[in-house]
């Protein structure tokens, strides 16, 4: 991540006016990994200033993935808030930066129909969504848990 | 000018206090050097 992803201009631009970074190295403060619960690096953790969790990511994420990510990781802070107005926002930001993803893209689907759903009280918005995401994503675990609405 | 290189903090308490003060979020990064 410090190789590549991090010296990236955009990835530096999209931390700077949406995250305060903080980083700590387990080999110099083996503590940390008890203090958030996790043995293995790099592992990426979204809070908010209160400590509530939003999105955690174990493993190495190349510039592009890391984006997504972190899109995702606003999205669902914006739902957890019940911030649906903001949420559909960024429901279509992760849908940008999350595009050619396969990993992250029905997530970013999924969810950004719930926010849509959610912003206009139109239930229709989120049949639409998911419809889309059952169609171009059929075997992702996220076309699986929207599918009952077909039933 | 936009800012082209991470800042990054090394006190989660002061990167809460910074982003309640910015209404940021907080990314946590645990890495080793290794």
């Known amino acids: 991540m410090g190789a590549v992803?991090?010296?990236?201009?955009?990835?530096?631009?999209?931390?700077d006016p949406h995250f305060i970074p903080v980083?700590?190295?387990?080999?110099?403060?083996?503590e940390v990994i008890d203090r958030f619960n996790s043995a293995w690096t790099p592992t990426?953790?979204?809070?908010?200033?209160?400590?509530?969790?939003?999105?955690?990511?174990?493993?190495?994420?190349?510039?592009?993935?890391?984006?997504?990510e972190m899109a995702l990781a606003r999205l669902m802070e914006s739902v957890h808030r019940r911030d649906f107005k903001a949420a559909s926002v960024?429901?279509?930001?992760?849908?940008e930066r999350t595009k050619g993803d396969a990993a992250r893209e029905p997530e970013a689907l999924y969810f950004a129909s719930v926010a849509a759903y959610k912003a206009a009280n139109?239930?229709?918005?989120?049949?639409e969504g998911w419809n889309g995401l059952m169609?171009?994503?059929?075997?992702?675990?996220?076309?699986?848990?929207?599918?009952?609405?077909?039933k | 000018m936009a800012t082209t290189n991470v800042r990054w903090r090394n006190?989660?308490?002061?990167?809460?206090?910074?982003?309640?003060?910015?209404?940021?979020?907080?990314?946590?990064?645990?890495?080793?050097p290794g």
């Open chain 1, 122 to 127: 139109d239930a229709a918005r989120l049949v």
């Open chain 1, 90 to 95: 960024r429901g279509k930001e992760a849908l």
């Open chain 2, 11 to 32: 006190s989660l308490e002061a990167a809460q206090r910074e982003a309640r003060e910015q209404a940021k979020l907080v990314l946590i990064d645990l890495f080793n």
């Open chain 1, 44 to 68: 990426l953790i979204v809070q908010d200033a209160d400590g509530r969790e939003y999105r955690r990511s174990l493993g190495y994420l190349d510039p592009a993935r890391f984006l997504g």
């Open chain 1, 23 to 30: 980083q700590f190295n387990v080999v110099e403060q083996p």
């Open chain 1, 135 to 150: 169609n171009r994503f059929p075997e992702s675990d996220w076309a699986k848990k929207a599918e009952f609405i077909r």
């Open chain 1, 5 to 15: 992803t991090y010296p990236n201009p955009e990835v530096a631009r999209y931390i």
